[in-house]
């Protein structure tokens, strides 16, 4: 028995130690430059989206307001004051929809993060994250124009806690914040990640989420909702599945589902939109991401 666990732990750690090699370089530049962003970029990024706000634009802010909630560095529970200001500075609600909604799905640290997972995924989280959130826009423009969409009452821009005069300590406190808040996930998706390679067949990996099925796509959307916690944990067990035989769309529907319906990011959501217009997020989430995936395998396959 002991010889058995001891075995068992000598292939738990080799493919532990194997993707941690393989990823712990992505993870580390992912924080380093998450943080630079958020120190020292963070303030021109969110006074662009002001800027939109004074712009006779139309429709085409959209995709403006969409590409500047990616490079947002905030947290969706960052993001809601912030967009409460910019509501106030004159943006309208079909641009801060695509703003929250790109924003919600990426940032830098999780670009940096996902090019862990080869460029192809990379390249499909990157569009399908800026096509997210300017679908999101035009569908808020075309049922909500004239009136409001959120609600953001009581809502008012948060202090930030990079106070420290010297820049560079200001961007070492961001850095150690940044760890603390990722490192245990980004470990334990790293440990499930290796449970997943030694005693889940990869024949089961391919008849879940392989090939171009619709059935592969609905299931990896749906796992997204109760296995997304962070980012950077999620990495790592994309990445083993996709080795194992998970499609790309199928992989694009976890990415999508996962950072939407994350319990952190719900709550926030729930605040400012209310119960039935909550619904149709949900709605929305869950039909964006079956759409993105059979779209990726058609391509892809």
């Given amino acids: 028995m002991t010889e058995i666990l001891q075995r068992e732990a000598i292939y738990l750690w080799y493919y532990f130690s194997l993707q941690l090699e393989q990823i712990l370089g992505f993870w580390i530049l992912g924080m380093v430059l998450g943080s630079a962003i958020s120190v020292f970029l963070k303030d021109s990024i969110h006074r662009g989206v002001r800027l939109l706000g004074g712009q006779k634009i139309g429709v085409l802010g959209i995709g403006a307001a969409s590409a500047l909630g990616i490079a947002s560095p905030l947290c969706m529970y960052g993001t809601i004051p912030i967009a409460a200001s910019f509501s106030r500075s004159g943006v309208e609600d079909d641009w801060l929809a695509a703003f929250m909604m790109s924003s919600i799905l990426l940032n830098p640290q999780l670009i940096i993060y996902s090019a862990a997972l080869g460029p192809e995924a ?25 009136k409001s969409f959120f609600n953001f009452t009581g809502f008012d821009e948060p202090q930030s806690r990079d106070t420290d005069p010297n820049r560079l300590f200001r961007f070492l406190k961001n850095l150690g914040r940044n760890v603390k808040a990722t490192g245990v996930y980004f470990l334990i998706g790293i440990f499930l990640s290796a449970l997943f390679q030694r005693y889940v067949p990869a024949e089961a990996m391919v008849s879940l989420f392989g090939g171009d099925e619709a059935f592969g796509v609905l299931m990896a959307a749906t796992i997204g909702v109760p296995l997304y916690v962070c980012g950077g944990g999620t990495i790592p067990l994309l990445q083993a599945w996709l080795y194992d035989g998970m499609s ?54």
Avoid: E
């Fill in 122 to 146: 990379l390249s499909v989280r990157l569009i399908s994250c800026f096509v997210c959130g300017c679908a999101a826009g035009v569908l808020v423009r075309a049922g909500y124009r004239g």
């Fill in 248 to 301: 790309m769309g199928s992989a694009a529907a976890f990415m999508i589902t996962g950072p939407a319906t994350k319990i952190t990011n719900l709550g926030a959501v729930k605040i400012v939109l209310g119960l039935k217009r909550f619904l149709l997020y949900l709605a929305y989430v869950m039909t964006a991401s079956l759409i993105t995936g059979l779209i990726v395998n058609q391509i892809v396959y």
